[in-house]
Antibody, heavy 123, light 108 residues
Framework: EVQLVQSGAEVKKAGESLKISCKGS????????VGWVRQMPGKGLEWMGI????????KYSPSFQGQVTISVDKSISTAYLQWNSLKASDTAMYYC????????????????WGQGALVTVSS | SYELTQPPSVSVSPGQTARITCSGD??????VYWYQQKPGQAPVVVIV???ERPSGIPERFSGSSSGTTVTLTISGVQAEDEADYYC???????????FGGGTKLTVL
């Protein structure tokens, strides 16, 4: 069974750093892009960026470029989302998700999602 | 940056047809994907490539496209369809993806 399991909820202070994780299982992790999506409280979904585990090719939304870092360790089938200095406005649920793909190639949507990780940042 | 526009809310009675639109300049060139999100849950894709239903999605969900607007149609709406619906598509160059603002479907 394909699964994406995210790290747990975090409570941090503004200015602190944070790295959350997303571990894939049940499929060939290096060959599927993994993306991150933000959902602020009571708000909509925002696409943050995506990484290809096999070669670490990474693409960011212009809105999140320079604000976060997406990385991966394919040896342990885990993708990461990292902040160097959190702000209160980073308080949100963060989802990782797998980009759909088959033998024909990759498709521009997410077919499997993690359970989400709630990040709360106090000022 | 690129934007997709959805109506904030749509309300229908059970058994009626709900239509949710999504507009964007790049939609003639890029497919749209629709997700359903229920409270406290991760999103689930219900329509891919404008109009295809993934396996396991009920036949009452369908999609169509015309120019810069795509439409998610839910025929014979059921109470369980009450959720937020998001369209998603890449920008014109395919460099990054964007979600629409979301539409809350209320079943009266």
């Amino acid at each position: 069974e394909v699964q994406l399991v995210q790290s747990g909820a975090e409570v941090k202070k503004a200015g602190e750093s944070l790295k959350i994780s997303c571990k894939g299982s049940g499929y060939r992790f290096p060959k599927y892009w993994v993306g991150w999506v933000r959902q602020m409280p009571g708000k909509g979904l925002e696409w943050m960026g995506i990484i290809y585990p096999d070669d670490s090719d990474t693409k960011y939304s212009p809105s999140f470029q320079g604000q976060v870092t997406i990385s991966v360790d394919k040896s342990i089938s885990t993708a990461y989302l990292q902040w160097n200095s959190l702000k209160a406005s980073d308080t949100a649920m963060y989802y990782c998700a797998r980009r759909a793909a088959d033998s024909s190639g990759s498709y521009n949507y997410f077919d499997r999602w993690g359970q989400g990780a709630l990040v709360t940042v106090s000022s | 940056s690129y934007e997709l526009t959805q109506p904030p809310s749509v309300s229908v009675s059970p058994g009626q047809t709900a239509r949710i639109t999504c507009s964007g300049d790049a939609l003639p060139k890029q497919y749209v994907y629709w997700y359903q999100q229920k409270p406290g849950q991760a999103p689930v894709v219900v329509i891919v490539k404008d109009s295809e239903r993934p396996s396991g999605i009920p036949e009452r969900f369908s999609g169509s496209s015309s120019g810069t607007t795509v439409t998610l149609t839910i025929s014979g709406v059921q109470a369980e369809d009450e959720a937020d619906y998001y369209c998603q598509s890449p920008d014109s160059s395919g460099t990054y993806w964007v979600f629409g603002g979301g539409t809350k479907l209320t079943v009266l």
